[in-house]
């Protein structure tokens, strides 16, 4: 069976920088030990993704249309990954600013500016010079990626898209022809939910209601 755009595939992958052969995302645990990637908190094995929804980088996404399970290696120039450098994102600050924050600003730091996240590149008299530029931007990538399957279950195929999309985890959806109940552990939003619901019958047109209710406490 080939893949196609809204389908639900579960893949595993790890993400090569192609200059230097260096490895900087994966989802084995194993690998993330073995080159100093690993975080405590990630959940890692295999992730259920959603074709066409940019869960994962467009270039992927694309790539993956018309294959069927099995593993390929995906290359991805600069601007199917995380885009080619910006120039104007790279940009002269005054070394007082970054004082006024407690920061020492030295090549390679990473800081916060406004919110924005940059790498300071160059620190030259009164002056510092930060890349706000995404990190691997400019950077040709290899995904060495297994496709494990295509999801039919369309519980599985809500439970992957709130975690997915949303981060919403350890959630529990009930199914009835084609209404949903999906039970979370927090309150939301009504915009949220309505933003939820709205995505959710688009990727799963089976599903044509579905409504968010909080986990009952004392249940077990």
Excluded: W
Aim: aromatic share 6%; net charge neutral.
């Amino acid at each position: 069976m080939k893949i196609k755009i809204k389908d639900f595939v579960e893949i595993e992958y790890t993400g090569v920088i192609k200059e230097g052969n260096v490895i900087f995302d994966t989802t084995s645990e194993k690998v993330a030990k073995e080159n100093n990637l690993f975080d405590k908190d990630a959940d890692y094995g295999p992730v259920v993704i959603c074709i066409g929804e940019e869960q994962v980088l467009k270039g992927i996404d694309s790539a993956l249309v018309g294959k069927e399970p099995g593993e390929y290696k995906i290359e991805l120039k600069a601007e199917q990954a995380f885009g080619n450098k910006d120039p104007k994102l790279i940009q002269l600050m005054p070394t007082s600013k970054f004082r006024q924050q407690q920061i020492q600003p030295v090549p390679g730091l990473q800081v916060n500016i406004d919110g924005i996240f940059g790498i300071v590149k160059t620190v030259s008299g009164g002056r510092t010079l930060v890349d706000f530029n995404h990190p691997l931007a400019g950077k040709d990538l290899i995904y060495n990626l297994k496709v494990n399957g295509i999801l039919d279950d369309d519980k599985k195929k809500i439970i992957a898209y709130l975690k997915m999309a949303f981060g919403i985890k350890n959630c529990e959806v009930e199914l009835e022809g084609g209404n949903a109940r999906a039970e979370l552990k927090s309150e939301l939003s009504e915009k949220l939910k309505k933003e939820m619901e709205k995505k959710i019958m688009d990727a799963i047109p089976s599903i044509k209601k579905i409504e968010f209710v909080i986990e009952r406490e004392g249940k077990k």
